[in-house]
């Protein structure tokens, strides 16, 4: 079993120097299960090394595929050998975004049996549109004990797919089935992320006609050959925003390398309206503080508005401003969690459904925390960076699903940070039981 681990911080360094960004999350766990697609290999690049890489490089394994570690960063996946088509319990549930595997392996084989992704700390996370989505495409999906059974009586045929909310992972997995399906497709009311642009992107770059991806009506036309590729993901927005706020937290200058500034233009809005001066270069963004960092209200949309994944980070730096904030979450059920452990670092932050109201204090205090979530564990990271004394943060797990070797990179910019064991609490003079447990999976993951 792999011993726990937590990050441990020595506050109130200045971070210095320059960081550069990883491949996309969110972008890469739908193109690694779009590989699925594919009538011939594919080199995928700037692939992150995050956990929730290893466990969809995993899953693509166990349904068959060749996958290589050929370069840094790059791998060559070979989806032809696949023969099995069901992702069983114990993959799904330690990775959220498993339920892309649907829609990719619907979209090549016309069938597959996927397990409902596991339970979610950010609330209820239902899967209706993504199921309505196939089910215009002529699926018929059946659900027995937690594993959804997907089949096609009669083929895959575009259709016009109208979602009843705004949401990424529908939209990706309609684009995912539509692909190779008969005919023409209309998403309408589709999500407009960066990594729902890259998905399309990947897929045109193999042959596939979808049009409109970044606008709210998607129009795929299906094809039957999807030839291979060599494609790079692009950079993870959200892991560039997490250390433009890493750096004003901590009144640092930092130069964020290989971003594209149109995809931070929300986050940069309302950290200039923090009072933090940032700099737009072709591929990069330098973040300073040179006055007092001012209170602010923000409400988190889909994009192109203020993203809820940057909402916990944003959060812990308006601790350190002046006056009193406020944030709507507009769009996630249950983000807020992580307030209590911030409260636990000296916060002033009233939760009241999905508003925060945040007195700034203007500092926070070291205290032992943990992360409940990925972006909560982010936000804990900055808090601790910016706090007088130690932070230690246990659950760390939550943190390496989604940024690459984070503390290694806080290291390079001037931060005091370890990643050390956790080693077993016993009561005094008791003697300590060692007891052997078998290998657990990962708590179920967002
Ligand atoms: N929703 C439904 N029915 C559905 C799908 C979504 O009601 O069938 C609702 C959700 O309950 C939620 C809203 O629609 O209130 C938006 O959900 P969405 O489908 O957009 O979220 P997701 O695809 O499950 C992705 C990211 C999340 C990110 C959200 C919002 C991936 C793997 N995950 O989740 O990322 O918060 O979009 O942008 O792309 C993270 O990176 O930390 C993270 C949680």
Redesign the pocket.
């Known amino acids: 079993m792999k011993t726990p681990e937590k990050f441990v911080i020595s506050g109130g360094r200045v971070l210095h120097g320059e960081v550069e960004i990883s491949g996309a999350?969110?972008a890469v766990?739908?193109i690694l299960p779009a590989t699925i697609l594919a009538d011939e290999p594919c080199i995928i690049e700037n692939v992150p090394e995050i956990s929730d890489v290893t466990i969809s490089i995993q899953i693509l394994r166990e349904l068959g595929a060749k996958v290589e570690f050929i370069a840094p960063h790059t791998y060559r996946i070979d989806t032809r050998s696949i023969r099995n088509h069901c992702v069983p319990y114990e993959s799904a549930r330690r990775m959220?975004?498993s339920y892309y595997f649907m829609g990719a392996l619907l979209g090549k084989f016309g069938h597959c049996r996927v397990s409902r992704p596991g339970g979610c700390p950010?609330g209820?996370?239902?899967?209706?549109?993504?199921m309505k989505a196939f089910a215009k495409l002529g699926a018929d999906c059946k659900q027995d004990r937690g594993m959804i059974d997907i089949t096609t009586p009669n083929g895959l045929k575009g259709n016009q797919i109208f979602f009843d909310?705004?949401?990424?992972?529908?939209t990706m997995n309609a684009i995912l089935a539509a692909v190779k399906a008969d005919g023409l497709t209309i998403i309408e009311n589709a999500?407009k992320?960066p990594?729902i642009v890259d998905l399309a992107s990947f897929l045109n770059s193999m042959g596939a006609d979808i049009m409109g991806a970044g606008t709210d009506t998607i129009k795929i036309r299906g094809v039957k050959y999807l030839r291979g590729t060599s494609y790079a993901v692009i950079p993870d927005q959200?892991e560039a925003g997490t250390y433009m706020v890493a750096a004003a937290a901590t009144g640092g200058d930092v130069l964020i390398k290989n971003v594209i500034p149109k995809h931070l233009e929300s986050i940069i809005s309302v950290m200039e309206k923090i009072g933090v001066k940032i700099e737009q270069f072709d591929d990069a963004v330098r973040v300073s503080v040179d006055g007092p960092l001012v209170k602010t209200s923000i409400k988190t949309r889909?994009h192109p508005g203020f993203?809820?994944?940057m909402q916990p980070q944003i959060s812990a730096l308006l601790c350190l401003a002046e006056g009193t904030s406020m944030i709507k979450e507009g769009?996630?059920?249950q983000r807020f969690q992580y307030v209590d452990e911030l409260r636990r670092m000296g916060a002033d932050i009233q939760v009241d459904g999905k508003v925060a109201v945040i007195e700034g204090t203007g500092k926070l205090t070291g205290a032992p925390v943990k992360a409940c979530?990925?972006?909560a564990g982010a936000a804990l990271m900055i808090a601790g960076l910016a706090a007088s004394g130690v932070t230690t943060i246990e659950d760390i797990y939550h943190i390496e699903r989604?940024y690459a070797d984070m503390e290694g990179k806080l290291r390079a910019l001037g931060a005091c940070i370890e990643k050390k064991p956790i080693t077993p609490v016993t009561k005094q003079n008791e003697p300590i039981i060692q007891e052997v447990q078998p290998e657990k999976p990962h708590q179920d993951a967002?």
């Open positions: 999350k969110n766990v739908a959220r975004a950010l209820d996370r239902p899967i209706d549109q993504h909310c705004v949401t990424v992972g529908a999500a992320e990594h959200i889909p993203p809820t994944d769009v996630s059920e979530d990925l972006r989604g967002v």
